[in-house]
């Protein structure tokens, strides 16, 4: 992490005061560490939990009110001159969650150790309470559709991007499951700021679909509207004939003549890039 992004980080916690009160949504007010037993906890949550791995991962969460029951580190010292370095509007709330455990049991727990030595366990939220966002109108900002995404990093990626645009959710149509630990991995914990859910193309929210593909209209000459669904297709094979049947716009983004396309994450990093750049809410 650089000392740019630390700054970064430390500015925008500061603008964020309200974060703080993380302590209070996760009901604690007397120290948790103490009195309770964080490997059972561990041990009892896992299965039905969302698994945040590292220290961003657990910060992200708690700053867009994950509910975290529990979390360890082989180095509480570490941690804690992390959170004092990049994230002072978690700081007290990590200091009541952080539990130091041997590095043996934090293997045993976590099946991919993080760099930084801190995993945490996560509440998922509630799919009603999710599809009713996505079904709210109006809309202020689009929802990202990825129609049968193969990629795990593609989709942590994308999850991430949508979180740091604003947009209203990311839906999944196929079999990937976008709350898997890998997505959430690359997602760096940014599930939790905006809403992830899994859907069959006939329940997609409602909504225009601009659906994205190198033979569409050109980008460049549209203004995407913030009640769009922006739908990009899977890595192996494009658009489904089912999304494409849903379709109202296809649009294109510029490639030069022989490039066949681009990743997918990029291609939402385009996209809503170019919604924010024409007038979508800003970040
Ligand atoms: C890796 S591409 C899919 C390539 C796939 N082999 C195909 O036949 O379309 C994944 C998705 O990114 C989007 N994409 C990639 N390049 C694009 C471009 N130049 N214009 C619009 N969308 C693009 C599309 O939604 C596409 O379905």
Same mark, same amino acid.
């Given at each position: 992490m650089s000392r740019t992004t630390a700054g970064r980080d430390s500015a925008r916690a500061a603008r964020k005061p !309200?974060?703080?009160g993380a302590r209070r949504l996760h009901g604690m007010? !007397?120290?948790?560490r103490s009195t309770a037993d964080p490997l059972g906890i561990w041990r009892r949550l896992a299965d039905a939990s969302v698994l945040l791995d590292g220290f961003h991962a657990l910060k992200h969460a708690l700053r867009f009110q994950a509910h975290v029951p529990v979390a360890v580190t082989t180095g509480r010292r570490a941690a804690l001159d992390l959170a004092d370095e990049l994230a002072p509007d978690v700081r007290d709330v990590l200091e009541t969650l952080l539990t130091e455990v041997s590095e043996d049991t934090y293997r045993a727990l976590v099946p991919r150790p993080h760099p930084t030595a801190v995993a945490a366990l996560a509440v998922r939220p509630s799919r009603e309470a999710n599809l009713e966002t996505l079904r709210r109108?109006?809309?202020?900002a689009p929802v990202v559709v990825l129609d049968n995404p193969r990629n795990l990093g593609n989709a942590g990626a994308v999850i991430r991007l949508a979180a740091g645009f604003g947009a209203t959710g990311v839906v999944t149509t196929g079999t990937l499951d976008p709350w898997h630990p890998t997505v959430v991995r690359g997602g760096a914990g940014l599930h939790f700021a905006t809403v992830v859910e899994r859907l069959p193309v006939a329940e997609l929210p409602p909504g225009p679909v601009f659906a994205l593909d190198?033979?569409?209209?050109?980008?460049? !000459?549209l203004k995407l509207p913030?009640? !769009? +669904? +922006?739908a990009f297709g899977s890595?192996?094979?494009? +658009?489904s004939a089912e999304l494409r049947s849903r379709t109202d716009h296809l649009v294109s983004l510029p490639m030069r003549p022989q490039v066949s396309s681009y990743n997918l994450a990029t291609s939402v990093a385009m996209t809503l890039y170019h919604w924010s750049a024409t007038g979508g809410a800003s970040a």
């Open positions: !309200a974060v703080c007010t !007397a120290p948790h109108s109006p809309r202020s190198p033979e569409g209209e050109d980008i460049r !000459a913030d009640d !769009a +669904l +922006l890595e192996r094979t494009g +658009l």
